[in-house]
Structure formats: C-alpha cells, structure tokens
C-alpha cells in the first residue's frame, strides 16, 4: 500500500542544516534531518524556523537528499508551504 506524506521542510540557521517536518500517526509532530535522523519537535520550534532558500545551492541539495531519502515504491512526498497543527500528514 503506497501513502503520501504532507511535508514542509525548514532551515535551522543554528546548526546550519535544513530539516522536514510532518506529523504522525499519533498527531506527533516529527523532525527529519540527515544529521540527527527522526525526532520529536515542538511547535515553536517548527514556528521559529524559516523554509528553504530555494536560491542556495546547499540548501536545495539537502533539500533533495532528504527527498531521496525518503521517497520509495511505497511512499511519496507532498511538500506543503506549512503544515496544519496536530493532523496526520498521511
């Protein structure tokens, strides 16, 4: 069975890397980055962030591994501008 998850993906100037957030299951809110894998984030943190700079070079690169990482036979990503709080992304 294939599913599609709604996702929005922002950049955390702090550590310098960009990250993909999507709520589960269980309406949790999860963060996805190459470095630091999966995780739970709040809100604000989420909040506090920007989206991609789709004019740097690195950031769209990171941008599309995590894409590549993620996107399978099996599953799909859309990519949302922002996410709605406290739904399932699939």
């Given at each position: 069975m294939s599913i599609t998850i709604d996702v929005t993906f922002?950049?955390?100037?702090?550590?310098?890397?960009?990250e993909m957030f999507y709520y589960d299951e269980h309406k949790t809110l999860v963060c996805f980055s190459m470095e630091e894998s999966h995780g739970e984030a709040c809100y604000e943190y989420y909040l506090s962030l920007k989206p991609i700079?789709?004019?740097?070079?690195?950031?769209?690169?990171?941008?599309r591994a995590i894409a590549k990482y993620y996107v399978d036979d099996d599953t799909k990503i859309r990519v949302?501008?922002?996410?709605?709080?406290?739904v399932c992304s699939y």
């Open positions: 922002r950049y955390d100037k702090k550590f310098d890397r960009v700079d789709t004019k740097n070079q690195k950031q769209c690169d990171a941008y949302m501008k922002r996410l709605k709080r406290c």
